[in-house]
């Protein structure tokens, strides 16, 4: 019965991050996009973009309601994980 305990603790922050983690991607991605292409779009692909960062934004609203606790705080121990230390050039 432990391990079933320790499995559910575990998944609601793995869930939360597993939604967050594309949206992420998604929301560097539109901002790169619009910032250095946005001239090169035209106005409708800089809205297309801006309709994706909205988007993105109502889902992490979502995802946050939906997992209040542990939507907007670093879930790396919970998950078991090593927080990756900035590389040095």
Same mark, same amino acid.
Do not use: W
């Given at each position: 019965?432990?391990?079933?305990?320790?499995?559910?603790? %575990?998944?609601? #922050?793995?869930?939360?991050?597993? +939604?967050? %983690?594309?949206?992420?991607?998604? %929301?560097?991605?539109? /901002?790169?996009? $619009? @910032? *250095?292409?946005?001239?090169? +779009?035209? *106005? /409708?692909?800089? @809205? /297309?973009?801006? +309709? =994706? *960062?909205? %988007?993105?934004? $109502?889902?992490?609203?979502?995802?946050?309601?939906?997992? #209040?606790?542990?939507?907007?705080?670093? +879930?790396?121990? *919970? =998950?078991?994980?090593?927080? $990756? @230390?900035?590389?040095?050039?």
């Amino acid at each position: 019965m432990p391990h079933q305990t320790a499995k559910q603790e %575990s998944f609601a #922050p793995n869930v939360a991050h597993d +939604l967050l %983690s594309p949206l992420c991607t998604i %929301s560097v991605i539109a /901002s790169y996009i $619009r @910032e *250095e292409f946005g001239d090169r +779009l035209g *106005e /409708s692909g800089v @809205e /297309s973009v801006r +309709l =994706l *960062e909205k %988007s993105v934004a $109502r889902l992490r609203v979502a995802i946050g309601k939906a997992f #209040p606790d542990f939507v907007g705080r670093d +879930l790396t121990p *919970e =998950l078991g994980l090593r927080r $990756r @230390e900035p590389s040095r050039k």
